[in-house]
């Protein structure tokens, strides 16, 4: 027979995986904030902006955790946020022009002092790639990539079922592998030529421009943009057949292609995942035909990629249940 304290632990740990925890993901413009549990969102995510000062941001933090705090018994709190996190302290550490005076602040410890309540910092793509493993049926993957497509590019490994970080909290910055050679373009962190400064959202639209730059007024309907262009316009004007935004949107591809290859052959993985704003506009057919042909057979036989199954939710569910899990195994 089982003793007393084995059903009180049992109990104790039962109660705590059960009850969900607030997903938090912060970005350069809003914070987004929903209840999580089993990889689902419980109620309908709120959006605030995003104030300016790591003040004005920890005060809306908590504003936030209070308003849900009233209706719902959490277990813990799950914050995903730009910038590099160091996950044993839940620090902020690295810096992020997107959220300008976030770096150095000590996230976790301030909540957790000030609501008693276990909280869990993680990078927001680091989150993401968490959120497809644990609730979008990938939880049997060896090796999960997923790559978060917006204006640049993030991407999140889970080696084995846990995220991989690496001895400085820098592992998945693959936003900067170098795709090309010729100093030609140059990333918003100062080196020239990084995958995201071809394969993100801002990357079609320097290649965009680049081509048009060839190119007559008149000859492509993207001209009558100028500087107004944007991918959304290109994304359009492909549909309807314009050969600049066609063939924009087919470099993209195999810009795209070029920084998964260089991640495929370093990893092997079972699976990309992609997500993000631009993940919608990808042609999966023709990314695994290009996939197919650049990389080494072994790799490419049984690699997937699939679309996100979360999409923007993936953050605030990712993060949520790090924390949930993190609670577990403290039982
Ligand atoms: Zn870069």
């Known amino acids: 027979m089982l003793g007393e304290d084995f059903h009180k632990t049992d109990i104790e740990s039962s109660l705590k995986t059960k009850m969900p925890a607030l997903g938090i993901d912060l970005g350069g413009t809003k914070l987004s904030a929903a209840i999580v549990c089993d990889g689902r969102l419980l109620t309908q995510p709120i959006q605030v902006p995003t104030p300016l000062g790591s003040d004005s941001i920890v005060k809306a933090i908590f504003k936030v955790l209070s308003d849900f705090r009233q209706e719902h018994l959490i277990a813990g709190v799950g914050i995903a946020t730009a910038g590099i996190v160091k996950v044993d302290t839940g620090e902020v550490i690295g810096s992020t022009g997107n959220i300008p005076g976030w770096e150095g602040t000590p996230i976790r410890t301030l909540i957790e002092h000030q609501t008693m309540l276990p909280a869990y910092v993680e990078n927001d793509a680091n989150s993401s790639a968490y959120g497809e493993f644990s609730a979008g049926n990938l939880r049997d993957k060896k090796c999960l990539v997923v790559v978060t497509l917006g204006t640049g590019i993030g991407v999140g490994i889970v080696l084995d079922g846990k995220l991989y970080h690496g001895p400085n909290w820098v592992a998945g910055e693959c936003g900067h592998l170098k795709v090309a050679m010729d100093n030609h373009r140059l990333c918003t962190c100062g080196l020239f030529d990084c995958w995201e400064a071809y394969g993100s959202g801002r990357g079609l639209l320097a290649t965009a421009n680049e081509l048009l730059s ?7 309907e993207l001209s009558d943009h100028g500087q107004d262009l944007s991918t959304r316009a290109i994304i359009a004007a492909a549909k309807r057949g314009d050969i600049i935004a066609q063939r924009s949107m087919n470099l993209w591809h195999e810009h795209l292609c070029a920084g998964m290859v260089s991640i495929a052959h370093t990893l092997d993985p079972d699976c990309f995942v992609l997500t993000g704003g631009m993940a919608q506009f990808v042609d999966y057919p023709l990314l ?19 679309e996100s199954v979360l999409g923007k939710d993936g953050g605030m569910i990712g993060v949520a249940q790090l924390v949930l899990d993190d609670i577990a195994t403290r039982v």
């Open 214 to 220: 060839t190119v007559k007024p008149g000859q492509s």
């Open 288 to 306: 695994r035909e290009l996939m197919s042909d650049r990389c080494l057979p072994r790799i490419a036989e049984k690699l997937e990629i699939r």
